[in-house]
């Protein structure tokens, strides 16, 4: 058995990669599918919000998704596919940077194809490639930095080196998270002393352009630099806040090891560090190679010391995917040195593609239609706004019935949700969380004047915001989000009015 399989993997020919196109082909038609058909999760809609004032920044990110989700609705309306338009076509770019890159550092073109297979296989890309969120650009561009890398390496002219801004300016003007990449690449150059030492490449250091490279993508993240200035670094503040030590947790570090196994397939993740422990072992490994490697386990390694202390979301090290999947495939057309043909290697490259066809199958089966009814447990569900548009309709009729002049909210995904799928329009003011929204219109006092509505999810927490601007707060109804019949979470309106003070909040 294990001799067949041995002679199968070293079988792999042009017809595998016409076999491995056929089933990224699918891949990627699925994902444009579910952007069609899925609504908008909240964060979505928000950014979404952002499109509609676009600015050079914004109180979580960088603008770059604003922009892209403002190009897509341009194109294709304010659609769910519209507003998914552009991250979508940045994830066939990076699936085609992916392949180039594994088809460059490990010279054969079945493993490009395998790479490309892998990174469409894993959840993390099956979600982020297709939600229009600052992680599709990112990971696209930590895609292209390591075929711009690839092709430095085996060229050895600096010019690449513009590309190599280019891309790394791209990821920081999608995600403060793309500063990662500026670190691979500050590892990559000084500890590539060794491979100088032996000749192996040029001492870009030595030269002019990786200077120019990084004078590049500082251009691309001044409009960012520049916002934050204005707005006293609210951003980074924020951001920064994140790292700071929280309560230390041991189940912190077990949650997020289980999402990274879970959103890269248990296969893919064992194949690459199968492939990563054979280049430890090595001392004849492309200088392009240990800078996938770099890129690959910095972010993995940082966020789990991270988890230890504070919880860790499971797209965090997205642009890590790109990297992992090229790992993925050398553990799979290579047998590294260190496993020669041992059981355990085979077994996982043989089970790794149908598990991970197994994950994305399950997923997508939960995503279009819900096949597992566990109601409000459904994190699909809670997400993204499935049910919802039938609640804005709900909610539109209350407003109504009480001759609402405008709709309160006190949280951003009700806010977010409420603008895409409340097709009356009538005016949205969320009165908390300022920031968030600073490039939108203050509301006035005119607007808050008369009978308003309010929605909430949280009635208990944010009603006495509420109270503390209004004088009366009746409740008026519950509109209950379900889905196949089970409920995922409610609404509680109340009529307001009495509006009294100086006006607050904005018109997102």
């Given at each position: 058995m294990r001799r067949a399989l041995a002679q199968f993997f070293a079988r792999?020919?042009?017809?595998?990669?016409?076999?491995?196109?056929?089933?990224?082909?699918?891949?990627?038609?699925?994902?444009?599918?579910?952007?069609?058909?899925?609504?908008?999760?909240?964060d979505e809609a928000y950014y979404w919000l952002w499109s509609k004032h676009l600015s050079s920044g914004y109180f979580e990110h960088p603008a770059g998704i604003a922009f892209a989700i403002r190009a897509g609705t341009f194109l294709f309306g304010d659609t769910e596919f519209g507003v998914r338009f552009v991250p979508l076509l940045a994830s066939?770019?990076?699936?085609?940077?992916?392949?180039?890159?594994?088809?460059?550092?490990?010279?054969?073109?079945?493993?490009?194809?395998?790479?490309?297979?892998?990174?469409?296989?894993?959840?993390?890309?099956?979600?982020?490639?297709?939600?229009?969120?600052?992680?599709?650009?990112?990971?696209?561009?930590a895609a292209i930095l390591l075929w711009t890398i690839a092709e430095l390496e085996r060229a050895q002219d600096g010019r690449w080196w513009l590309a190599i801004g280019m891309a790394a300016g791209t990821a920081v003007a999608a995600k403060y998270t793309g500063f990662f990449l500026f670190g691979s690449l500050a590892l990559w150059l000084v500890g590539g002393a060794r491979n100088r030492r032996s000749g192996a490449g040029k001492a870009w250091l030595r030269t002019i352009w990786p200077y120019i490279g990084a004078a590049v993508a500082l251009a691309m993240f001044t409009p960012t630099l520049y916002w934050n200035a204005v707005h006293g670094f609210i951003s980074f503040r924020f951001q920064a806040g994140r790292a700071v030590a929280g309560h230390p947790d041991v189940r912190g570090l077990l949650e997020y090891l289980g999402s990274q196994i879970g959103l890269s397939s248990p296969g893919v993740m064992a194949l690459a560090v199968m492939a990563s422990y054979g280049i430890a072992r090595s001392d004849k490994t492309k200088r392009s190679l240990y800078f996938v490697c770099i890129v690959l386990w910095l972010p993995l390694i940082y966020f789990?010391?991270?988890?230890?202390?504070?919880?860790?979301?499971?797209?965090?090290?997205?642009?890590?995917?790109?990297?992992?999947?090229?790992?993925?495939?050398?553990?799979?057309?290579?047998?590294p040195a260190a496993f020669k043909l041992s059981r355990t290697a085979l077994l996982v490259r043989t089970v790794t593609i149908p598990v991970a066809a197994i994950f994305l199958a399950v997923s997508y089966g939960q995503a279009f239609f819900g096949i597992i009814p566990i109601g409000r447990s459904d994190p699909i569900a809670r997400v993204t706004g499935v049910g919802f548009r039938s609640v804005a309709e709900e909610i539109?009729?209350?407003?109504?019935?009480?001759?609402?002049?405008a709709i309160v909210t006190t949280n951003y995904p009700v806010t977010a949700w409420l603008r895409f799928y409340e097709r009356?329009?009538?005016?949205?003011?969320?009165?908390?969380d300022d920031s968030r929204f600073l490039s939108s219109p203050r509301a006035t006092k005119g607007v808050l004047a008369g009978d308003l509505l309010y929605v909430t999810q949280h009635p208990r927490r944010e009603l006495p915001v509420v109270l503390a601007h209004f004088s009366i707060a009746i409740f008026s109804g519950v509109v209950i989000r379900s889905r196949n019949g089970h409920p995922v979470d409610e609404f509680d309106i109340f009529t307001v009015k009495g509006f009294h003070g100086a006006p607050l909040g904005r018109l997102p």
């Amino acid at each position: 058995m294990r001799r067949a399989l041995a002679q199968f993997f070293a079988r792999l020919s042009v017809q595998t990669i016409d076999i491995v196109l056929c089933g990224i082909a699918i891949l990627i038609g699925l994902r444009f599918t579910l952007a069609v058909f899925l609504p908008l999760s909240f964060d979505e809609a928000y950014y979404w919000l952002w499109s509609k004032h676009l600015s050079s920044g914004y109180f979580e990110h960088p603008a770059g998704i604003a922009f892209a989700i403002r190009a897509g609705t341009f194109l294709f309306g304010d659609t769910e596919f519209g507003v998914r338009f552009v991250p979508l076509l940045a994830s066939v770019i990076a699936s085609w940077a992916v392949w180039r890159s594994a088809a460059v550092i490990l010279s054969d073109q079945t493993a490009g194809a395998i790479a490309c297979l892998f990174f469409n296989l894993t959840l993390m890309v099956a979600v982020e490639g297709m939600g229009a969120t600052p992680d599709s650009l990112l990971i696209a561009a930590a895609a292209i930095l390591l075929w711009t890398i690839a092709e430095l390496e085996r060229a050895q002219d600096g010019r690449w080196w513009l590309a190599i801004g280019m891309a790394a300016g791209t990821a920081v003007a999608a995600k403060y998270t793309g500063f990662f990449l500026f670190g691979s690449l500050a590892l990559w150059l000084v500890g590539g002393a060794r491979n100088r030492r032996s000749g192996a490449g040029k001492a870009w250091l030595r030269t002019i352009w990786p200077y120019i490279g990084a004078a590049v993508a500082l251009a691309m993240f001044t409009p960012t630099l520049y916002w934050n200035a204005v707005h006293g670094f609210i951003s980074f503040r924020f951001q920064a806040g994140r790292a700071v030590a929280g309560h230390p947790d041991v189940r912190g570090l077990l949650e997020y090891l289980g999402s990274q196994i879970g959103l890269s397939s248990p296969g893919v993740m064992a194949l690459a560090v199968m492939a990563s422990y054979g280049i430890a072992r090595s001392d004849k490994t492309k200088r392009s190679l240990y800078f996938v490697c770099i890129v690959l386990w910095l972010p993995l390694i940082y966020f789990a010391l991270h988890s230890l202390h504070d919880r860790v979301q499971g797209n965090w090290p997205c642009f890590a995917y790109p990297a992992l999947a090229i790992m993925a495939a050398k553990g799979f057309t290579e047998i590294p040195a260190a496993f020669k043909l041992s059981r355990t290697a085979l077994l996982v490259r043989t089970v790794t593609i149908p598990v991970a066809a197994i994950f994305l199958a399950v997923s997508y089966g939960q995503a279009f239609f819900g096949i597992i009814p566990i109601g409000r447990s459904d994190p699909i569900a809670r997400v993204t706004g499935v049910g919802f548009r039938s609640v804005a309709e709900e909610i539109a009729a209350y407003a109504g019935k009480a001759r609402a002049r405008a709709i309160v909210t006190t949280n951003y995904p009700v806010t977010a949700w409420l603008r895409f799928y409340e097709r009356s329009r009538t005016p949205i003011v969320q009165i908390a969380d300022d920031s968030r929204f600073l490039s939108s219109p203050r509301a006035t006092k005119g607007v808050l004047a008369g009978d308003l509505l309010y929605v909430t999810q949280h009635p208990r927490r944010e009603l006495p915001v509420v109270l503390a601007h209004f004088s009366i707060a009746i409740f008026s109804g519950v509109v209950i989000r379900s889905r196949n019949g089970h409920p995922v979470d409610e609404f509680d309106i109340f009529t307001v009015k009495g509006f009294h003070g100086a006006p607050l909040g904005r018109l997102p």
